[in-house]
């Protein structure tokens, strides 16, 4: 049988040295294979915190405990190596296993996150924007030295809560170790050999899906296609804007991890115009859109540009106000503009640097495939003169 890895992860204290102790040679004595930094490590990196998480990459499940101290701290990340550790794996979708002390999750459930939740509320109200770091709103509005706890403890629970993680109990000693080898024993017989292949099952999936989808839509759309003019151009639509879909963006602001700028949601309308004379006239919408026609002189508007580029490049723009982004491209005399509703804290100022990020993001996703193979099936690479 494969032998299953089990990161395991916590703050180097003395509290928690024995049960990192048991749990480790627990899972060894069932076959499986833990690794901790103690000793289970080869360092990959001279940087040993780049190898912590290499090592986090490459196992099956992440096994952490929480106790009441937060461990080394990265400035420059703004988090510590244990909760760099814990996003690797959240985004890595790894199995999670977080065990908390029993005194630590009952305080942060009673006490402490209804006062993150208020102090949260209270600065939105006072700033008009979420902040930036929730740990400095806890350092700033919550009274915090009451408890024996460190308050980045209480930021990294808050954090783990949000991302839907769900909290096992555990006490000081080592009485817990017999719940735990159950608990892997149940987990073990159900989905360890599911575990150990999934990345292939999913791959497989995912390209027999993407594939199939797109032949079949590739051939509807071949098909509403009659001696160069599209007869359907409602159903064109629906075909292009069900194949849009949206996307979360992230950036790699600092070393170690990355943080999510925001999301573009599924596209909401599609328009098409079409040159007739001096005007852009919409000639066909699917969705939540308002048809309008623009003159070739209108410079400000975005399917005008768009139709004047030469290059025939795709094109984003952005309406804050409207809380959308507008991603146009050129087909022959066509200009297909797709409505991308915006999801989270965006602004005029992150729209503005991030903007060719988002572009690219589209151009990297499969719904541009059907935007590229348009642009052939119309005649859309010849550049007009």
Not at 8 to 14: L, P
Not at 121 to 127: F, G, K, L
Not at 209 to 236: A, C, K, M, P
Not at 322 to 345: R, V
Request: hydrophobic share 35%; net charge negative.
């Amino acid at each position: 049988m494969d032998r299953t890895t089990i990161f395991i992860s916590s703050v180097a204290q003395d509290s928690l040295t024995p049960i990192r102790n048991s749990v480790f040679e627990e899972i060894r004595h069932m076959g499986h294979e833990p690794i901790r930094f103690e000793d289970s490590m080869r360092y990959i990196h001279e940087d040993s915190v780049q190898t912590c998480l290499e090592y986090v990459s490459k196992s099956d499940i992440f096994l952490l405990f929480i106790a009441d101290k937060a461990g080394t701290m990265l400035e420059d990340e703004e988090k510590t190596i244990t909760h760099l550790e814990f996003l690797r794996a959240y985004h890595e979708k790894k199995r999670l296993i977080v065990y908390v002390f029993d005194e630590v999750l009952t305080t942060y459930f009673q006490q402490i996150r209804p006062q993150i939740l208020k102090a949260l509320e209270r600065y939105v109200q006072e700033h008009h924007q979420a902040p930036d770091s929730v740990l400095r709103v806890i350092e700033q509005y919550l009274d915090v030295q009451s408890f024996n706890v460190e308050a980045y403890v209480w930021y990294f629970l808050y954090d783990a809560e949000q991302k839907g993680v769900y909290f096992e109990r555990c006490a000081i000693g080592t009485e817990m170790v017999s719940n735990m080898k159950a608990y892997f024993s149940s987990l073990f017989k159900e989905s360890i050999q599911l575990l150990n292949i999934r990345p292939e099952i999913e791959q497989s999936i995912e390209y027999v899906q993407v594939y199939g989808d797109y032949y079949e839509n590739s051939l509807e759309l071949i098909s509403l296609l009659d001696n160069g003019r599209i007869t359907d151009w409602r159903r064109f639509l629906t075909i292009l804007r069900s194949q849009m879909t949206g996307f979360e963006l992230f950036t790699r602001k600092t070393k170690y991890h990355q943080e999510s700028i925001g999301a573009i949601m599924d596209s909401n309308a599609v328009t098409v115009y079409e040159k007739t004379n001096n005007d852009m006239i919409c000639i066909e919408y699917d969705g939540i859109a308002t048809p309008e026609s623009f003159s070739l002189d209108d410079c400000s508007s975005y399917v005008v540009q768009t139709y004047h580029d030469k290059l025939n490049n795709e094109k984003l723009y952005y309406s804050v106000e409207e809380k959308t982004c507008y991603f146009l491209f050129k087909a022959g005399s066509y200009i297909f503009c797709f409505h991308l509703p915006l999801l989270g804290g965006w602004d005029q100022y992150k729209l503005q640097t991030y903007q060719d990020d988002i572009l690219n993001a589209i151009l990297e996703a499969k719904g541009y495939a059907y935007c590229y193979f348009v642009k052939k099936l119309l005649g859309g690479l010849a550049i007009e003169g």
